[in-house]
């Protein structure tokens, strides 16, 4: 524990101050607002691992907040993505803090992405997410992403039920430096360290996990 203090003062963790809204939106004029994202993420929310290419992340049941930054980030260009920023930039303020309230209060779904990976490898996944590597100072995920995995607050998104494709995806693009929207870059300290083994085993394991 001692050192899991140590290693979150020098990510910075300790000191972070980042403004915290209170995200007012309207989960009914949401829903209307969402009619254009349900190509993609689906119509409950869940979207859709996709093996090999871009997967669309689950929203339903993740943190408001969370939505709304990176719905945000997408639109202001901190964090890029061509599919993507179209949709955000669709939408204006009020609106991307009704859609982020309507998903929020969906039930989270199942993710998948997990299904036929060897036991050994979820083994691996399951002691990076919980226990982390201290060798190669790769911190648990859950030192930062709650217990469970399953999110803390509004800045650490949950990650358990998410699809493994787009965990990994997420993790190779911060890795490459084509994600860098995340605060005082705690996410590229983390995935600089992770190798391609690594990255397949958390991913997998994560959504192996129910979301709550
Ligand atoms: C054509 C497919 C497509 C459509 C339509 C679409 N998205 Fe996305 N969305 C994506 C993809 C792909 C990603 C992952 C981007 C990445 O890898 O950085 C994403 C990511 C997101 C994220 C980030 C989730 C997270 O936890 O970081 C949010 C929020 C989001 N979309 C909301 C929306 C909303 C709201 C709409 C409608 C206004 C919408 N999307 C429409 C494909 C789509
Ligand atoms: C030192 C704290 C910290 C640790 C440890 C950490 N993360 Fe994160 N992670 C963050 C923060 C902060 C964000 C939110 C970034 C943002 O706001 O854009 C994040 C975001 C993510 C996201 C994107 C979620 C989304 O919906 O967009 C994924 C995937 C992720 N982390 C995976 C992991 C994995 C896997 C591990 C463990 C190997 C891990 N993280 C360990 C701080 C951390």
Partial sequence: MKKIKQLLWAAGLVSLTLPVWALEGDAQRGQAAAAVCMACH????????????????RLAGMNAEHLYKQLLDFQQGRRTNATMAPFAQMLNDQQLRDVSVYYSQLPATPASGYQGVDAELLA?????ATRGDWDRYIVPCASCHGPDNQGA?????????????????????W?????????QHLMLAIAERMDDRDIRAVSAWLASQPAQ
């Fill in 175 to 183: 890795q490459q430096g084509q994600r860098d929207n995340d605060p």
């Fill in 124 to 128: 691996h996944g399951e002691r990076l």
């Fill in 153 to 173: 607050g509004a800045h650490f998104p949950g990650i358990a039920g998410q699809h493994a494709g787009y965990i990994e995806r997420q993790l190779r693009d």
């Fill in 42 to 57: 689906q119509a409950d929310g869940s979207g859709l691992n996709i093996p090999g290419g871009e997967s669309w992340p």
